[in-house]
Nanobody, 118 residues
Framework: QVQLVESGGGLVQPGGSLRLSCAAS????????MAWFRQAPGKQRDMVAD???????SYADSVKGRFTISRDTAKNTVYLTMGTLTPEDTAVYYC????????????WGQGTQVTVSS
């Protein structure tokens, strides 16, 4: 069982920045993949960015060049640094962890609200 706790959400003005944190109860160096998803009201949950055990990262087209996913293995924490925020980035942001079990096991955090508004 992996517990994930997100923090750092809040209200920010358009063009502003925010950093989300996801603290894991397990050594993230052993987790196959960690990712950030987001879900806006009435929409499906979509992946924003992910980082693999190897350190490889990928991003949704809508956030490329604006968001950065990173990790601190000493703190078992994954971050999502968000810049040049727009109202379209408003959503609940969820942290996700996938263990390399067979079949793979998914864990989710409780989510943190990000609201971009003037």
């Amino acid at each position: 069982q992996v517990q994930l706790v997100e923090s750092g959400g809040g209200l920010v003005q358009p063009g502003g920045s925010l950093r989300l944190s996801c603290a894991a109860s397990e050594n993230i160096a052993n987790i196959l993949r960690m990712a950030w998803f987001r879900q806006a009201p009435g929409k499906q949950r979509d992946m924003v960015a992910d980082i693999f055990k190897t350190g490889a990262t990928s991003y949704a087209d809508s956030v490329k060049g604006r968001f950065t996913i990173s990790r601190d293995t000493a703190k078992n924490t994954v971050y999502l640094t968000m810049g040049t925020l727009t109202p379209e980035d408003t959503a609940v942001y969820y942290c996700n962890a996938v263990l390399g079990t067979f079949p793979p096991t998914n864990y989710w955090g409780q989510g943190t609200q990000v609201t971009v508004s003037s």
